[in-house]
């Protein structure tokens, strides 16, 4: 039986969802039905480099080395044709790019590529963010819309991870009804779910058991708002003496943030700590997590935290409230609300009733909808009324 041929493409494995996302599909996807390729651009020095999780997985990952976040006609016209061969070799039934530039490049690759063949590739992209608000200048931001309903025009199917997100996205004027579909993601959350290594940051980093931990993990970039999460650790500590403070993660803003920390007072309470692989036993030691991002698709940090029984306070962005339930929800906060933030934190920290109530109704659910074979259930769906 011939199987059906997938070209999925991601702009770079960097520390995030879509990285996690690609591989995990890519993985499942190799099999009596379906065959794979995973092409990506390289990973910045500043950035957290997630290619490990392909190399654990035995997939062979295609490198365009001009594949990059920034716009640059010369690159971006480099990889254009370096995808244009790839497709040309390979012959993909179904081009599916993930994240903006991939999305931009593979789909103008799929158009030339139509152009001049009489077998019609189908194209399919995943917003798991968007680029559209807190990102780039109002005049990127313009452009960047622009090439995005173009696109839509030659896109069969775009797909949204959350509602929210879908609603932000149509309302925006790319692409029509009839062409988007919600598929939330899905992640290797087993590990997440089981892991009962609670002491691993005390042990670490030499914190007092008797110390609760509150932490954030994420790309240490504008985006994140990080500075918030240094204010709120500053007011909570002004309450609650027993708290201790985790940064987890890096990027281009590391240097300032920490310097921030000193400034405020607070870098005796908060521990940097780099970028980190033991995932599932840091979410096990947090007894709260934070997030305190201006834009999110459906933040990673935060599936993974609730699996992982672990309580949670956000700001209410993107696609974030679709995460959280009824009770959940009065632990959402708008951007930059640091009493509100800090008030919702004391209240998780002090009251072993609502932690219990919001691990019940967060850790099961979030596990069920969130796991990956959900995932490649609902994609081989999609791939299937496409081909």
């Known amino acids: 039986m011939k199987k059906t041929k997938i070209l999925r493409v991601i702009a770079r494995l960097n520390v995030g969802g879509p990285a996690i996302h690609t591989v995990l599909l ?3 996807m190799n099999d009596d039905h379906y065959d794979t390729k ?6 910045p020095s500043n950035e957290g480099d997630m290619s490990y999780l392909a190399k654990e997985r035995n997939l062979e990952v295609h490198y365009l080395n001009h594949l990059q976040r920034e716009l640059s006609l010369k690159d971006d016209l480099k990889s254009l044709f370096d995808l244009f061969s790839i497709i040309r070799e390979y012959q993909p039934d179904i081009i599916h790019t993930h994240t903006a530039k ?3 490049i593979g789909r103008a690759a799929a158009i030339v590529a139509n152009f001049f063949s009489k077998n019609k590739v189908k194209s399919v992209h995943t917003f798991h963010g968007h680029v559209f608000h807190g990102y780039f200048s109002p005049m990127k931001t313009k452009l960047f819309l622009g090439i995005e309903k173009f696109l839509a025009k030659y896109t069969d199917t775009i797909i949204t991870i959350t509602e929210k997100q879908q609603e932000e996205i149509l309302n925006l004027g790319i692409g029509k009804k009839a062409q988007h579909k919600m598929v939330p993601l899905g992640l290797d959350l087993k590990r997440f779910y089981t892991n009962t290594n609670n002491n691993f940051l005390h042990d670490e980093y030499n914190i007092p058991k008797t110390s609760k931990l509150v932490g954030i993990v994420a790309r240490f970039t504008q985006i994140k708002n990080l500075k918030m999460f240094i204010r709120v650790a500053k007011l909570i500590s002004n309450e609650k003496d027993d708290v201790h403070f985790f940064m987890i993660g890096d990027g281009e803003d590391r240097d300032m943030l920490e310097s921030y920390a ?3 007072n607070i870098d005796h309470k908060i521990t940097f700590t780099g970028f980190l692989k033991d995932l599932p036993s840091i979410y096990a030691s947090l007894d709260l997590v934070l997030l305190t991002s201006n834009n999110e698709g459906s933040p990673v940090s935060i599936i993974e935290a609730m699996t992982s029984g672990t309580c949670v306070v956000s700001t209410a962005v993107g696609g974030v409230p679709d995460l959280f339930s009824s009770f959940g929800k009065r632990y959402l906060v708008g951007p930059n609300e640091d009493e509100t933030m800090k008030d919702a934190a004391v209240r998780i920290l002090s009251y072993e009733d ?4 919001f691990i019940r109704e967060h850790k099961e659910s979030t596990y069920r909808k969130y796991n990956y074979d959900r995932l490649v259930s609902d994609l081989k769906m999609t791939y299937k009324e496409l081909t």
């Open 26 to 28: 890519t993985d499942q």
């Open 38 to 43: 995973l092409v990506a651009g390289h990973v």
């Open 102 to 104: 991939a999305g931009f």
């Open 262 to 264: 000193k400034q405020e």
């Open 354 to 357: 609502d932690k219990n109530l």
